[in-house]
């Protein structure tokens, strides 16, 4: 098992930027996929951004051209860089690791979240 904590959130204005960061408890190095995902009020939980142990990216369309997510292997440590904020970014972010403990034990694991508001 692997515990996630994120960071980083805070309250920003439209068109500022912050770093949201997700520290894991042990190595990333074999975690098939990293992500982070939010929630608004009254929203659907939704994916926005994930990334594989090759690289490979993902991002939901409401945030492609602002949001960089990256990973160091390292630090044991998930980020996502977001510019260009707007007030519909407003939610809590949450940190997510999924993969494979064998061929057939899957596993998922969250943060418990971080604040991020974006509000002049």
């Known amino acids: 098992q692997v515990q996630l904590m994120e960071s980083g959130g805070g309250l920003v204005q439209p068109g500022g930027s912050l770093r949201l960061s997700c520290a894991a408890s042990r190595s990333i190095l074999s975690i098939s996929t990293m992500g982070w995902y939010r929630q608004a009020p009254g929203r659907q939980r939704e994916l926005v951004a994930s990334?594989?142990?090759?690289?490979?990216?993902n991002y939901a369309e409401s945030v492609k051209g602002r949001f960089t997510i990256s990973r160091d292997n390292a630090k044991n440590t998930m980020y996502l860089q977001m510019n260009s904020l707007k007030p519909e970014d407003t939610a809590v972010y949450y940190c997510?690791?999924?993969?494979?403990?064998?061929?057939?034990?899957?596993?998922?694991?969250w943060g418990q979240g971080t604040q991020v508001t974006v509000s002049s």
């Open positions: 990334i594989t142990t090759t690289s490979s990216t």
């Open positions: 997510n690791a999924a993969g494979y403990k064998s061929f057939f034990e899957h596993y998922d694991y």
